[in-house]
Structure formats: structure tokens, C-alpha cells
């Protein structure tokens, strides 16, 4: 059973840093992407960063130049720094995490149950 696990959030006051890790679990199949994605209260979810097997990443504008994404692939876990946060990027944060098939063409994407951040003086 794959199992997608978040862990680093927590209450942070403006201007700080925090460290997510997201480890997958649970699949023989290889590894597409992951990535982040964030939910504020009353928002929709939105797209934070992602990376590829390739190591290619993929930054929201509002994440650039203070979030950076990383991974180990050896451990199935991405990474997301982020520093100089500010009250806006609170939400629950999301991993994901996307498979390829084994039909070649074909993906198959996971999710982890989130982790708050919450960004508060």
C-alpha cells in the first residue's frame, strides 16, 4: 500500500523558515514527480513546487526566490525550504507524489494528508 507522508510544519513567525520532507512509500513502480501543493482557509488548493525524476522543478511565483525543492531519490523524499515566510503562506500543505504506470503513458498519483504551516507573530 503506498503511503505519502508529510512532516516540518508548524507555527512560525514571519520572516522564518521552515522545512518540509515528504517521504513515498509502498510501490515498486518509479517515481515521476513530487511536489507541493498548498490549501488556505476558503482557497483552493494551489500549486507551490514540484520536481522530476529529472531534477527539472517547477516554482509558483509566489514561492520564488524564498522556496527552494529538493529531493533525495534514494530515500523517495522531497524536500521544500522555505524562508522569509510571511503570513499569507499559511495553509495545510500537501505532498504529492506521481507514479509511472506500468502501461507505458500512464501515471498514477498520490496524496499525503497534509501538514500545517501556519505563519503568525
Known amino acids: 500500500q503506498v503511503q505519502v507522508v508529510e512532516s516540518g510544519g508548524g507555527l512560525v513567525q514571519p520572516g522564518g523558515s521552515l522545512r518540509l520532507s515528504c517521504t513515498a512509500s509502498g510501490s515498486s513502480l518509479t517515481i515521476y514527480a513530487m511536489g507541493w501543493y498548498r490549501q488556505a482557509p476558503g482557497k483552493q488548493r494551489e500549486l507551490v513546487a514540484t520536481?522530476?525524476?529529472?531534477?527539472?522543478?517547477t516554482l509558483a511565483d509566489s514561492a520564488k526566490g524564498r522556496f527552494t525543492i529538493s529531493r533525495d531519490a534514494a530515500k523517495n523524499t522531497v524536500y521544500l525550504q522555505m524562508n522569509s515566510l510571511k503570513p499569507e503562506d499559511t495553509a495545510v500543505y500537501y505532498c504529492n507524489t506521481i507514479y509511472l504506470g506500468v502501461r507505458p503513458g500512464t501515471r498514477i498519483e498520490y496524496w499525503g494528508r497534509g501538514t500545517q504551516v501556519t505563519v503568525s507573530a
Open positions: 520536481i522530476t525524476g529529472y531534477d527539472t522543478t
